[in-house]
Nanobody, 122 residues
Protein backbone atom coordinates (compact mmCIF):
# COMPACT_ATOMS: atom_id res chain seq x y z
CA UNK A 1 0.00 0.00 0.00
CA UNK A 2 1.29 3.44 -0.93
CA UNK A 3 -0.22 6.52 0.67
CA UNK A 4 -0.12 10.18 -0.31
CA UNK A 5 -1.45 12.84 2.04
CA UNK A 6 -2.47 16.29 0.86
CA UNK A 7 -4.52 19.31 1.86
CA UNK A 8 -2.28 20.90 4.45
CA UNK A 9 -1.54 24.60 4.60
CA UNK A 10 -1.45 27.74 6.67
CA UNK A 11 -4.65 28.74 8.46
CA UNK A 12 -5.60 31.10 11.25
CA UNK A 13 -6.76 29.82 14.61
CA UNK A 14 -10.43 28.94 14.47
CA UNK A 15 -10.20 28.03 10.80
CA UNK A 16 -10.54 24.70 9.08
CA UNK A 17 -8.75 22.37 6.69
CA UNK A 18 -9.60 19.08 5.05
CA UNK A 19 -6.82 16.58 4.59
CA UNK A 20 -6.99 13.75 2.08
CA UNK A 21 -4.98 10.57 1.84
CA UNK A 22 -5.03 8.68 -1.44
CA UNK A 23 -4.06 5.02 -1.33
CA UNK A 24 -2.85 2.74 -4.07
CA UNK A 25 -3.48 -0.99 -4.17
CA UNK A 26 -6.48 -3.25 -4.08
CA UNK A 27 -6.58 -3.91 -0.36
CA UNK A 28 -7.52 -0.42 0.87
CA UNK A 29 -11.11 -1.35 1.63
CA UNK A 30 -9.88 -4.08 4.02
CA UNK A 31 -7.51 -1.83 5.91
CA UNK A 32 -8.02 0.11 9.11
CA UNK A 33 -6.59 3.59 8.63
CA UNK A 34 -5.32 6.35 10.85
CA UNK A 35 -4.13 9.92 10.90
CA UNK A 36 -1.17 10.77 13.08
CA UNK A 37 0.87 13.93 13.51
CA UNK A 38 4.27 15.08 14.61
CA UNK A 39 5.01 18.55 15.86
CA UNK A 40 8.55 19.96 15.94
CA UNK A 41 10.50 18.51 18.84
CA UNK A 42 7.71 16.13 19.80
CA UNK A 43 7.00 12.47 19.26
CA UNK A 44 4.54 11.28 16.68
CA UNK A 45 1.03 10.99 18.11
CA UNK A 46 -2.27 9.43 17.16
CA UNK A 47 -4.99 11.81 15.97
CA UNK A 48 -7.85 9.72 14.56
CA UNK A 49 -8.60 6.24 13.26
CA UNK A 50 -11.28 4.57 11.19
CA UNK A 51 -12.12 0.92 10.68
CA UNK A 52 -12.02 -0.68 7.24
CA UNK A 53 -15.79 -0.38 6.82
CA UNK A 54 -15.94 3.13 8.21
CA UNK A 55 -18.39 2.08 10.90
CA UNK A 56 -16.03 2.71 13.80
CA UNK A 57 -14.00 5.83 14.46
CA UNK A 58 -11.56 6.78 17.19
CA UNK A 59 -10.12 10.14 18.25
CA UNK A 60 -7.45 11.53 20.50
CA UNK A 61 -8.96 13.53 23.33
CA UNK A 62 -7.21 16.64 22.08
CA UNK A 63 -9.17 16.64 18.80
CA UNK A 64 -12.47 15.06 19.83
CA UNK A 65 -15.38 17.23 18.76
CA UNK A 66 -13.25 19.26 16.33
CA UNK A 67 -11.88 16.68 13.88
CA UNK A 68 -13.78 14.10 11.84
CA UNK A 69 -12.25 11.14 10.05
CA UNK A 70 -14.04 9.52 7.13
CA UNK A 71 -13.28 7.35 4.15
CA UNK A 72 -14.50 6.57 0.66
CA UNK A 73 -13.49 3.04 -0.25
CA UNK A 74 -14.65 3.50 -3.84
CA UNK A 75 -12.05 6.26 -4.19
CA UNK A 76 -9.37 4.61 -2.02
CA UNK A 77 -9.25 7.78 0.07
CA UNK A 78 -9.42 8.66 3.73
CA UNK A 79 -10.15 12.19 4.93
CA UNK A 80 -9.60 14.30 8.02
CA UNK A 81 -11.88 17.29 8.44
CA UNK A 82 -10.29 19.66 10.94
CA UNK A 83 -12.42 22.45 12.38
CA UNK A 84 -11.77 25.04 15.09
CA UNK A 85 -8.05 24.68 14.56
CA UNK A 86 -5.68 25.74 17.30
CA UNK A 87 -1.99 26.69 17.17
CA UNK A 88 -1.21 23.47 19.03
CA UNK A 89 -2.55 21.53 16.05
CA UNK A 90 0.48 22.68 14.06
CA UNK A 91 2.32 19.58 12.88
CA UNK A 92 3.11 17.36 9.95
CA UNK A 93 0.11 15.08 9.47
CA UNK A 94 0.52 11.53 8.22
CA UNK A 95 -1.91 8.86 7.16
CA UNK A 96 -1.02 5.24 7.81
CA UNK A 97 -2.41 1.71 7.86
CA UNK A 98 -3.14 0.18 11.25
CA UNK A 99 -1.87 -3.38 11.07
CA UNK A 100 -1.51 -4.42 14.72
CA UNK A 101 -2.12 -3.31 18.25
CA UNK A 102 -4.25 -0.58 19.72
CA UNK A 103 -5.53 2.41 17.80
CA UNK A 104 -3.80 5.01 19.93
CA UNK A 105 -0.21 3.82 19.57
CA UNK A 106 1.90 5.03 16.64
CA UNK A 107 3.66 1.65 16.79
CA UNK A 108 0.43 0.06 15.56
CA UNK A 109 0.76 1.72 12.17
CA UNK A 110 2.68 0.82 9.03
CA UNK A 111 2.94 1.97 5.42
CA UNK A 112 3.30 5.59 6.40
CA UNK A 113 2.56 8.06 3.64
CA UNK A 114 4.41 11.28 2.99
CA UNK A 115 3.11 13.84 5.43
CA UNK A 116 1.43 17.17 4.83
CA UNK A 117 2.25 20.28 6.85
CA UNK A 118 -0.48 22.02 8.82
CA UNK A 119 0.36 25.37 10.36
CA UNK A 120 -2.13 27.23 12.53
CA UNK A 121 -1.32 30.84 13.33
CA UNK A 122 -2.61 32.59 16.42
Amino acid sequence: VQLQASGGGLVQAGGFLRLSCAASGRTFSRRDMGWLRQAPGKEREFVAGISSTGFSTYYADSVKGRFTISRDNAKNTVYLQMNSLKPEDTAVYYCAVRDRGGWGSPDSYAYWGQGTQVTVSS
